[in-house]
């Protein structure tokens, strides 16, 4: 699939019309581009406030279906942080998800090159992983 997450500026009309075998609407579009544009793991009210900049008419039922149908195609992901409102991140690259606890923050964050799932969790022999999900909380350092 194209690299969504390299597209640095990401316009609604920029979109193939199918991607990931999910007819792209002006809706998604627009839902899509918001996601891209601002990299904070915003809420589905968040992406609403944003795409109603662009979609004065648009409804947060709309939003939340456009969501759905994106992330069930797999062109975003779904965060969860416990009993908080979902969140959207359209990095599909393998990583995990840090909360800073005094800003509220999501950070991105990687795994260290070279570094495997199995060299540090004792999972079962054989054991293929198809999906990641690691939430981590915290302070980041002063220093
Ligand atoms: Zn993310």
């Known amino acids: 699939m194209i690299a969504l997450h390299d597209i640095k500026s990401p316009k609604p009309e920029d979109f193939p019309s199918e991607l990931e075998g999910l007819r792209?609407?002006?809706?998604?579009?627009?839902?899509?581009?918001?996601?891209?544009?601002k990299r904070d793991h915003p809420t589905a009210n968040d992406v609403f406030l944003r795409a109603q900049k662009r979609m004065p008419t648009i409804s947060l039922a709309?939003?939340?279906?456009?969501?759905?149908?994106?992330?069930?195609?797999?062109?975003?992901?779904?965060?969860?942080?416990?009993?908080?409102?979902?969140?959207?991140?359209?990095?599909?690259?393998?990583?995990?998800?840090?909360?800073?606890?005094s800003t509220g923050q999501i950070h991105d964050v990687t795994f260290k090159k070279g570094v495997n799932l199995a060299d540090f969790l004792e999972l079962p022999q054989g054991t293929e992983i198809s999906h990641l999900?690691?939430?981590?909380?915290?302070?980041?350092?002063?220093?």
Do not use: W
Not at 24 to 37: D, F, G, N, W, Y
Not at 134 to 142: A, D, T, Y
């Open 62 to 101: 709309t939003v939340y279906n456009c969501l759905e149908a994106l992330v069930s195609h797999g062109i975003v992901r779904q965060v969860n942080f416990e009993r908080e409102s979902s969140r959207y991140c359209p990095n599909l690259n393998d990583h995990c998800h840090f909360q800073d606890e």
């Open 133 to 143: 999900e690691i939430s981590l909380k915290g302070r980041i350092g002063s220093s």
């Open 24 to 37: 792209m609407t002006k809706q998604r579009r627009e839902i899509l581009s918001v996601i891209l544009s």
